[in-house]
């Protein structure tokens, strides 16, 4: 017996590490990977913050505190398109304001509704990257990082939108004419966005709506669910479930209806008065809806007069 409670506490284990979370260091809500192990934000340079070592310019990215040799991660899946070892000013600078060079690596990922965009790890070393990456998939080193006498070593994160390739791709400061060339908040792009998943196709989507299986009109699905928390789209796996068949009987029109989904081969909702949604929702046949009362009521009572003539002219 205790043989056997043994080998299932570590079934249990190696289940739990399954389904563990993809990301080494941490996981924002919406499921991107944090690129370090740390989150630690608050002494380091911003996104449009002016760094008064390099002429007052505003900063292009997110500077994130790591120590030497922390480990930094991929965001998301995505598509290596430029590594380097040598990028100027990357591993700092000298006291007479002369670029020490340092390694970085710009990945492209995408979003879940498909837009495309550039993300810059910078300040690094050991890069070890093959042509694409996964989510939480250890792709270098921070460095160490020194600005004349002053150590500071962090993580360089920024995020071109809309996805751009050109000769400003390893910028770490606006031009001298104040031009960002692209480069975007890090931390609000991310934040306002999801990353694209496997499970896409698994779903159906409109809007703040998504629904399974995703061959079936929104009204004839077996789940929905819903994908934001009216402030950031979530993760598949922090979507918020609204109704299961399964478990419930569920009026598949008036859920679609509320998130203004109009049922397939169906009126104009905006001609359709909100009044007559009910009874039109029955008409229907929904397999999920109360049957009775509606148009279907009035289509089975002459076929029920008829059937109950026959039968008495036949006696």
């Not at 690129?35 to 996104?47: K, N, W």
């Not at 500071?152 to 031009?175: Q, V």
């Not at 008036?254 to 909702?269: H, K, M, R, S, T």
Request: proline letters at 5%.
């Amino acid at each position: 017996m205790r043989q056997f409670a043994i080998g299932l506490f570590c079934i249990l284990l190696a289940c739990n590490n399954a389904l563990a979370s993809k990301c080494p260091g941490d996981e924002m809500k919406n499921g991107w990977c944090w690129p370090t192990g740390t989150r630690e934000i608050g002494a380091y340079l911003g996104y449009n913050s002016r760094n008064p070592d390099f002429e007052n310019r505003k900063h292009l990215a997110q500077d994130i505190a790591a120590s030497e040799g922390t480990a930094v991660y991929a965001i998301a899946d995505g598509v290596v398109t430029h590594v380097r070892s040598d990028v100027g000013f990357y591993g700092g600078a000298t006291c007479a304001n002369s670029g020490i060079p340092g390694g970085g690596v710009i990945i492209r990922h995408k979003t879940a509704t498909g837009k495309s965009f550039i993300a810059l790890y910078a300040h690094l070393k050991n890069v070890h990257v093959g042509n694409t990456v996964i989510a939480g998939e250890k792709i270098g080193e921070v460095r160490d990082y020194t600005w004349c006498t002053s150590r500071k070593d962090h993580l360089h994160f920024a995020i071109r939108f809309p996805d751009r390739d050109d000769a400003h791709r390893w910028a770490g400061y606006e031009g001298p004419d104040g031009n960002h060339y692209g480069f975007v908040d890090p931390i609000g792009f991310l934040s306002a966005n999801s990353p694209a998943h496997s499970m896409d196709g698994r779903y159906a989507n409109k809007d703040d709506l998504a629904w399974q299986p995703a061959d079936k009109p929104c009204q004839f699905a077996s789940k929905w669910w819903r994908i934001s928390d009216g402030t950031q789209t979530l993760h598949p796996s922090n979507w918020i479930l609204l109704a299961d068949r399964s478990v419930q009987s569920v009026d598949g029109y008036a859920l679609c209806w509320e998130y203004n989904i109009p049922a397939q081969c169906a009126p104009d909702p905006v001609l359709l008065k909100k009044t007559e949604r009910k009874s039109y929702a029955y008409s229907m046949a929904d397999p999920g809806a109360p049957q009775g009362g509606g148009a279907l009521t009035w289509l089975l009572i002459p076929l029920l007069a008829v059937f109950l003539m026959k039968r008495r002219n036949v006696q």
